[in-house]
């Protein structure tokens, strides 16, 4: 373990159960980073990498360099603000990433495929793993993930709305549909995952899976999530959790499968893809009063948040 972040034997301590507790592989590298950001980035060799979400900061990230070898970081600054129990479950939630790594359940290469196939199987396929370690650390005795119920739910749809509606309004995006594109992406991506977590939890039982999104939430839940919930929850929990391999044939029929609800999602969230022969597009649905509908309820949700 590396610790650039001067954490206590307390912490260490908690790590390491946490990694214990999933029967972490020894290929697993840990690292504390104080910079969390620039160490991610210089593993991944990535400029870009950030850790903006729409529902929080990231803790940690498992970054998979082959199948005897993944560094796990964790980001020092929000992981010092955990208790001893969730920064365990935090770490055992990385375990459960390394264990899915160390056993190279990849899906063959999307060179020929795509923009479209390239964006939802990369987002199906990370859903997926999110639910299967999830799935894991409930099966292993961990408590409700801490931020997972009906009423984050709630705060997810409002905070869907208020991203898609930010990014249509973006002068920048107007003149540009690929960074629309990927503004939108980002947030099919962080909330299929917060999705895939409360499946998780509903399937173990540690959810109430009666729907219960809070009222002043149900329309934002109408109108983004309420058609694709039912077809994502018996697609994941057909899989095995992290703990046990996925056969291959298995895993690229449920993939292909979570694409299909994935791309059922990109419509309600109001964008579609559309091929041409030597290049691609990317649309906004032609619904005005679905637009406005959303424009208003974002306007309210903003002034709920100011009072
Ligand atoms: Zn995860």
Avoid at 59 to 69: L, Q, Y
């Amino acid at each position: 373990m590396d610790n650039r972040a001067g954490f206590t034997a307390d912490q260490l301590a908690a790590i390491t159960e946490g990694l214990d507790r999933m029967a972490c592989p020894d290929s697993a590298e840990v690292i504390i980073s104080a910079d969390f950001v620039s160490d991610v980035r210089s593993i991944l060799r990535s400029s870009t990498y950030g850790i903006a979400r729409g529902t929080g900061v990231v803790g940690a990230k498992t970054i998979p360099v082959s199948a005897d070898h993944q560094i796990v970081v964790v980001n020092a600054d929000s992981a010092a603000q955990l208790n001893p129990g969730q920064l365990r479950r935090m770490l055992a939630h990385e375990a459960g990433h390394v264990l899915i790594a160390a056993r190279s359940e990849e899906l063959p290469s999307d060179d020929h495929t795509w923009i479209e196939d390239q964006v939802l199987t990369s987002l199906a396929a990370a859903a997926l793993d999110e639910y299967r370690v999830e799935k894991a650390l409930y099966a292993q005795g961990f408590e409700l993930a801490h931020g997972v119920d009906w009423s984050a739910v709630g705060d997810l749809t409002e905070e869907v709305n208020l991203a898609i509606v930010s990014a249509v309004v973006d002068k920048s995006n107007s003149d540009d549909p690929e960074i629309l594109a990927g503004d939108i992406a980002a947030v099919h991506d962080w909330s299929s995952k917060v999705l895939a977590y409360t499946v998780a939890a509903v399937a173990s039982g540690a959810l109430d899976d009666v729907l219960q999104v809070p009222p002043v939430h149900q329309a934002d839940w109408d109108d983004y999530m309420d058609t694709t919930w039912p077809q994502r929850m018996a697609a994941y929990i057909s899989a095995p959790d992290a703990t046990t391999p996925m056969p291959t044939m298995e895993h690229q029929d449920l993939i292909s499968r979570l694409v299909d609800v994935e791309r059922h999602y990109l419509h309600a969230l109001g964008f579609f893809y559309k091929r041409y022969p030597d290049t691609w597009g990317f649309f906004r649905r032609q619904d005005n009063q679905l637009f406005d509908a959303r424009l208003r309820r974002a306007v309210d949700a903003a002034a709920r948040r100011d009072a």
